[in-house]
């Protein structure tokens, strides 16, 4: 069992819809990150989160540290929103990531 | 092995003393990217290599800090006169194109006291 499942694995959505991608993580944590990557493009640190939740424009990265469990939200999605997203928990020590999530936004 | 491997998982150093950080990344990947975790702070990019073209470098904090591929494959980050502040968890990254994703390394933790 990976100590971080992501899920789904991939997710088409129409433009405008409202997205959620999940993060479950199985080891103690001091941080988790979720991450974005564009087709042919860098990684993008998205947010780091500890506790509660977070927003960056049409982002929102929520963790329940009692349950283990991250979801990132996207809010009014757009076609640049597609991406690979990846979640990663990280012990203090070392990373332990997600297979990640590949979103594709249709217009 | 199948993974990117770093090396080595962890490293406790003295204040002044010169560091090298390795990273294996998968046969054939060649973008590379160093990143590093510092306490409370989100990842913050270091240095990305692309085949054979020249590095960016827009990442390293200060001149103490470098990094070489050699052969397109190995990757060494060295820190030179290390301070207490350069105490993180060292992250390295390889991806085949930058299209199909990237294999990150499970990271070195640096200490320095």
């Known amino acids: 069992k990976n100590e971080v499942e992501q899920s789904p694995q991939n997710l088409t959505a129409q433009e405008g819809e409202f997205i959620t991608i999940n993060c479950s993580y199985s080891?103690?944590?001091?941080?988790l990150h979720w991450l974005q990557q564009h087709p042919g493009g860098g990684i993008v640190s998205l947010f780091m989160?500890?506790?509660g939740k977070k927003k960056h424009g049409r982002l929102i990265a929520t963790i329940n540290i009692q349950e283990k469990h991250s979801s990132l939200h996207i809010t009014a999605s757009h076609p640049r929103d597609s991406a690979v997203y990846i979640c990663?928990?990280?012990?203090?020590?070392?990373?332990?990531f997600g297979t990640g999530t590949s979103l594709t936004v249709i217009p | 092995g199948a993974g990117v491997s770093q090396s080595p998982s962890n490293k406790v150093t003295e204040k002044g003393k010169d560091v090298e950080l390795r990273c294996d990344p998968i046969?054939?990947?060649?973008?590379l990217y160093w990143y590093r975790q510092s306490l409370g702070q989100g990842l913050e990019f270091l240095i990305y290599?692309?085949?054979?073209?020249?590095?960016?470098k827009s990442g390293l904090p200060s001149d103490r800090f470098s990094a070489e591929r050699t052969g397109g494959s190995v990757s060494t980050l060295t820190i030179q006169r290390t301070q207490q502040e350069d105490s993180a968890v060292y992250l390295c990254?390889?991806?085949?194109?930058?299209?199909?994703?990237?294999?990150f390394g499970s990271g070195t933790r640096l200490t320095v006291v």
């Open positions: 990254a390889s991806s085949q194109d930058r299209v199909y994703g990237y294999t």
């Open positions: 080891v103690g944590i001091s941080a």
């Open positions: 989160l500890s506790s």
């Open positions: 990663a928990a990280f012990t203090g020590n070392q990373f332990y």
């Open positions: 046969s054939g990947h060649t973008a």
């Open positions: 290599f692309q085949g054979n073209s020249a590095p960016d």
